[in-house]
């Protein structure tokens, strides 16, 4: 699947959060989806502000109904700098806004990968605690993370069973 317009909708949303909408995290994403009907969207191909900037052009509305039309949300980043990359920091910032904003992601299913030449393992703890409380404050069930081949392989499996 490729990026596609945020109004289409997919059981399976694949948020790429990657510089590259056909690099490595891309790749990694085909791989664990493989077998699935999924819809990538790469985040780099939107405006996102930051957490208080009020700019024309913000597209984080669209960011977020894809996801509330998707039962399953996969996020994929690379490792910079020992940590995720800046647009999925700018993304997870703005869920502070959700309260009362007439959006819901509860309930909604959440993978997590990492990828990235050998993140140490600080960067992997800290990027997982932090998604761990993206999930808990947002009501998402987070049914894995992975940041490895073999952990990439069994949250495959995993999604092809949820199917």
């Known amino acids: 699947s490729t990026s596609s317009p945020a109004t289409s909708t997919s059981k399976i949303l694949f948020i790429n959060a990657s510089r590259n909408s056909d690099g490595n995290t891309a790749k990694i994403g085909q791989e664990l989806l493989n077998g699935t009907d999924y819809r990538q969207l790469n985040l780099i191909e939107y405006n996102i502000n930051q957490l208080g900037q009020n700019r024309d052009g913000d597209q984080y509305e669209e960011v977020l109904s894809a ?9 994929g980043t690379p490792v910079y700098w020992h940590s995720m990359s800046g647009s999925l920091k700018t993304l997870f910032d703005r869920f502070y ?3 009362g904003s007439g959006h819901n992601l509860s309930g909604k299913k959440l993978y997590f990968l990492m990828q990235g030449s050998a993140p140490t393992n600080l960067s992997i703890e800290s990027t997982e605690y ?14 894995g993370m992975a940041d490895n ?6 949250l495959h499996n995993q999604i092809l069973e949820e199917q």
């Open 130 to 143: 932090i998604i761990q409380r993206v999930a808990a404050q947002t009501n998402k069930h987070l049914k």
């Open 67 to 75: 996801m509330e039309q998707s039962e399953t949300i996969v996020i």
């Open 149 to 154: 081949d073999n952990e990439i392989g069994q």
């Open 97 to 99: 806004e959700l309260q």
